[in-house]
């Protein structure tokens, strides 16, 4: 299983940014997909999480900012964030759990200026 993430980049604070992630290979068709984030010199964090069934989780700073979404069709999970803070500046990683297995993709840069 391979992922490929998209979408960083540098924004103001205020701004928008979407992030995308495709997975390929064999996926079980339950499966969960979720961004995490690491910052320099903290851990690495969950941000928001979505199952294959729509269920999503929200690490409570990004509650009501961001929203992750998903196309089960093209094994795709998106992030949308908005009202970018400058506390959001991270490395964003995608993750994805399928059966007892899960993948790390390689991060997206996300910076967020003030």
């Known amino acids: 299983v391979q992922l490929q993430a998209s979408g960083g980049g540098l924004v103001q604070a205020g701004g928008s940014l979407r992030l995308s992630c495709t997975a390929s290979?064999?996926?079980?068709?339950?499966?969960?997909m979720a961004w995490y984030r690491q910052a320099p010199g903290k851990t690495r964090e969950l941000v928001a999480s979505i199952s294959s069934e729509g269920s999503t989780n929200y690490e409570e700073s990004v509650r009501g900012r961001f929203t992750i979404s998903r196309d089960n069709g093209e094994a795709r999970v998106y992030l949308q964030m908005n009202s970018l803070k400058p506390e959001d500046t991270a490395d964003y990683l995608c993750h994805l759990q399928t059966g007892p297995l899960y993948y790390w993709g390689r991060g997206t840069q996300v910076t967020v200026s003030s």
């Open positions: 290979g064999d996926i079980y068709s339950y499966n969960v």
